[in-house]
């Protein structure tokens, strides 16, 4: 617990300071995709975040692997943000800083998040099915998707959007029917 809320004093004053420099160049979008592919990255290479939250690592084989990595990428304010990150041994919160300044986008953006998991790959229209569900569900102006794959669901999806929880898996059907049949005998 302790460690958590240290956390959470750590990154939500940088992601406020890097959204903060966004909107101060007229980058919140830049940003924001920015940001998105360090998540890519981050998700793409453990060994990576073992590596930049490494403490034995000296700081400039940090920021030359980040460099590497981000090449011309990435907005050079966006760059020298990780170099601070760097510098202050911070970057080991690189994936929760992403992700905080995310929430930070889409509230300035009234968007939400969904996490959506089935059972295969959606296509295109499935995914504007699925967004159009949520803004149904909620006020938001846009909704981002978060897709994930589970083949036991079997078929069908999971809709997370905050609190809300829309089962319509397969898998769900199937273990209502079965609530529903214990009930009858």
């Known amino acids: 617990m302790k460690g958590s809320s240290f956390s959470a004093e750590v990154v939500e004053p940088y992601a406020e300071a890097l959204m903060s420099l966004a909107q101060e160049h ?12 360090l998540l890519d990255t981050l998700k ?6 073992q590596f930049l939250g490494n403490p034995i690592v000296k700081a400039d084989d940090k920021k030359a692997v980040l460099e590497q990595i981000t090449g011309d ?7 020298n943000f990780l ?40 296509n295109d229209d499935q995914k504007q099915a699925v967004r159009q569900k949520v803004l149904s ?14 083949a036991d669901l079997l078929g069908g999806v ?16 199937l273990r209502r029917i079965g609530v529903s049949l214990s009930r009858s005998t």
């Open 73 to 79: 990428q990435i907005h050079p304010y966006m760059v």
């Open 44 to 49: 793409e290479s453990e060994e990576l975040e």
């Open 158 to 173: 999971i809709i997370k959007v905050e609190s809300q929880v829309v089962d319509a898996s397969l898998r769900g059907q």
């Open 26 to 37: 007229d980058l919140v979008d830049k940003f924001g995709e920015d940001v998105a592919a």
């Open 83 to 122: 170099k601070i990150l760097v510098e202050r041994r911070r970057i080991l919160f690189l994936r929760d800083v992403c992700k905080q300044y995310q929430a930070l986008l889409r509230e300035l953006k009234q968007a939400v998040l969904a996490e959506v998991v089935s059972a295969v790959e959606l």
């Open 137 to 150: 569900m909620t006020n938001a102006q846009d909704v981002e998707l978060d897709t994930q794959i589970d």
